[in-house]
């Protein structure tokens, strides 16, 4: 087949599907030449056609693009990039490279691959991902439109499009079992549980081959494609299958009043160190999209932990992310962002910190993600941590001192009181220089992907990553847990129902807290990683949702819903100000400190427990919160309402289920009394 190629267009970037032909554009500032390769199959091992892109008619600029006539979506096609293979001058160019394009929206070929072959010189077309053109236009979104849901009405769900549905035990069909189909199927179970969000692990195609030798990145964290929905979770796998899926979700949840954020990683990439393959941007342009150590280019700056530091101070780079944020707003309907390690995204070119990163001003300004929701991991991991001073107005964080103080105050520790107090409040110790700031951006949470789930931090004192290969140094060694007498499996009724005690704990403190509530994919189900506080590598049963959990578990099930259900129908625990702190009525909505005494918090170092009021005059709402977490049962002193005549029990977490949480607030409480509250627990009042 011969082929009619004229010189194209520098925009759009990527493979651009036009009424008579495609449009490739790829960007390259140090390549002397661009080979844009065609293959004839996902997994032919050669290309059929090779397109030479003469610089005097292919080339703007730096972008490199051509005009194929004939061609349609569906056609698989690459790049090989020529240019000098100098590492220590941080050039990395090698033509025998097949090079996925950054703009790329599929990614094929996974049958085929082989990471080590394009870590080592020499041809890898026969082992090497390539791209798929994409058509765009044709989908039906139905008039689906951003839900628009505040901060202040938003309970995120933390979760993995695999590991939802990809137990045996899902009930789902098996060829969309871990895929974005199987989510759809669980919308029922999903919204049963109130949340309103979904916080997507990452589903950019990554490198699953990125994990020690015969495990597998489970996570997501290695990135190959900014633009192309992971193909793995994809029940279909046309060429535009993991797009039309991927939307199909969308579409399905937003139907069902739940939006969609993505986990998006500009931090690194799948290419890792100066070892790693040559994938992508370091055979395109290394100087460009990498920082490169000073003294030695040929060595990467490694502030992200994984090998490599995407250079986002760079234009090209930050542009590369707007265009990618843009797409996954304007093309997929995705309502938000969480940041992987965004803090490296506020260093310059070389590396070091700036007070005012253009990028993530850029980000915050632009006007196409003036809708969604932007949520940093507001540290990296070279020890920048920005947590409360994160740039801009539109930022939310994720806190992670929120989960440090509550699982220390619920261990037991000493000097837990006072920072727990703060994080109740939602955190304005920590965000001291925005009084202004909405406290609904404090994203609360006391377990997320990286580290215990919560079964585990109330079943083991230490971590245990043995499956992971690395002799049990990776992952975090403080974790604030406690196993509540022996390490692991429960042995006596006596152990396992003080965990349940300690789970319900935790939900409710998470609950009642001012801010935006994170619930971490199966804490509701007490689901375990046995200890393993990294699980990163591990795509297994130990990471996958196991729905005979619901009813072995539905105790907590029914717990974690009544929570949710309970805060997102009062306005107290939808406040976009911070709390009045007082210690009488004011007309404002306020918080009131006690201890076992009323009006006297005790705020000493050996100090367990702390209650506190919160009353909104604007509308009657009032609430009467007590927290032990000594060992011992004490009793406590209860107020005068001011909403109501007389207080009624709603939430007692030693006691039993169905009696832990009740529906009704069907047992009164007389005021003006004390209330007796068992050791290692927390009791919810509500005037009425």
């Known amino acids: ?48 056609h090779t397109i030479h892109l003469d610089p005097d008619y292919h080339r703007s600029f730096n972008y490199w693009h051509a005009f194929v006539h004939g061609l349609k979506a569906g056609q698989v096609y690459a790049y090989r990039a020529t ?45 090497a991902l390539r791209n798929v053109v994409v058509d765009l236009r044709a989908y039906d979104w139905e008039g689906d439109t951003p839900l628009d849901i505040p901060y202040s009405r938003t309970v995120i769900y933390e979760m993995h499009v695999k590991g939802l549905t990809n137990h045996p035990s899902s009930g789902v069909a098996p060829k969309q079992q871990g895929t974005f189909a199987g989510v759809i199927e669980k919308i029922p179970y999903l919204k049963s549980l109130g949340i309103t969000a979904l916080e997507l692990l990452p589903v950019h195609q990554f490198d699953d081959r990125d994990a020690p030798l015969g495990l597998s990145n489970y996570w997501g964290y290695s990135t190959i494609g900014f633009f192309a929905p992971h193909r793995a979770y994809s029940s279909r796998q046309d060429p535009s299958g993991p797009v039309d899926e991927f939307r199909d979700m969308v579409k399905a949840l937003h139907k069902a009043d739940i939006e969609v954020i993505l986990d998006v990683v500009f931090n690194h990439t799948a290419e890792g160190d100066h070892r790693g393959p040559t994938l992508s941007l370091r055979g395109l342009d290394n100087r460009t999209y990498y920082i490169l150590e000073e ?26 992310i707007l265009d990618s944020l843009r797409y996954w707003v304007s093309e997929m309907h995705v309502d938000g962002f969480r940041f992987d390690l ?41 020890g920048l941590y920005q947590v409360g001073s994160f740039i801009g107005d539109r930022f939310a964080e994720w806190n992670g001192p929120f989960r440090d103080d509550v699982r220390r105050f619920v261990k037991g520790d000493n000097n837990t009181v006072g920072p727990l107090a703060a994080r109740l409040l939602g955190s304005p110790d920590l965000f001291v220089d925005d009084p202004d700031r909405e406290t609904n951006r404090s994203i609360n949470f006391v377990t997320c992907h990286d580290g215990f789930t919560l079964s585990d931090v109330v079943s083991y004192n230490r971590k245990h990553n043995e499956a992971n290969g690395e002799q049990n140094r990776d992952g975090s060694n403080d974790n604030f847990s406690w196993n509540c007498g022996i390490e692991g499996l429960a042995n006596t009724s006596e152990i396992q129902k003080l965990r349940m005690q300690q789970i319900k704990n935790f939900i409710t403190i998470l609950l009642v807290s001012q801010g935006t509530p994170m619930v971490l994919m199966g804490d509701e189900a007490c689901r375990t990683q046995k200890g393993n506080n990294n699980a990163y590598c591990q795509d297994t049963l130990l990471n996958w949702f196991n729905w005979e959990n619901l009813d072995s578990h539905h105790e907590i099930v029914r717990f974690t819903q009544h929570m949710v259900d309970l805060v997102q129908n009062l306005r107290l625990f939808q406040q976009t100000r911070w709390l009045t702190v007082t210690e009488r009525f004011v007309d404002a909505p306020h918080i009131i400190w006690h201890g076992t005494k009323l009006f006297e918090p005790d705020w000493s170092e050996h100090s367990h427990s702390l209650a506190f009021t919160l009353h909104d005059p604007a509308v009657e709402e009032e609430i009467h919160v007590i927290l032990n977490a000594y060992w011992e049962s004490l009793l406590f002193d209860l107020p005068q309402p001011h909403a109501h005549s007389q207080w009624y029990r709603v939430v007692n977490t030693a006691r039993p289920a169905p009696d832990d949480i009740i529906d009704n607030a069907t047992e009164p409480v007389k005021s003006g009394h004390q209330y007796p509250v068992e050791a290692r627990s927390c009791v919810v009042l509500m005037a009425l």
């Open 342 to 382: 965004a803090s490296v995204m506020s260093r310059d070119k070389n590396g070091n910190p700036l007070d005012d990163p253009p990028i993530l001003w850029a980000i915050e300004s632009d006007p196409v993600l003036a809708r969604t929701k932007l949520i940093a991991e507001a540290w990296d991991a070279a």
């Open 83 to 127: 240019g000098p293979h100098m590492p220590e001058h941080g050039h990395r160019f090698d033509p025998s490279k097949v090079l996925l394009d950054p703009y790329g929206q599929s990614v094929v070929g996974q049958s085929i691959y082989d990471r080590q072959a394009a870590c080592h010189p020499g041809e890898n077309s026969p082992y």
């Open 1 to 48: 087949m011969s082929l009619r190629i004229t010189p194209g267009n520098s925009f759009p970037l990527g493979a651009t599907v036009e009424t008579k032909g495609v449009n490739f554009c790829v960007y390259s500032q140090h390549a002397t030449g661009i080979d844009l390769i065609l293959y004839d199959s996902p997994e032919a091992p050669y290309p059929e």
């Open 295 to 320: 003294e030695d280019p040929a060595l990467y700056a490694n502030y992200s932990g994984c090998g490599n530091t995407v250079k986002a101070g760079h234009t090209v780079v930050s542009r590369l």
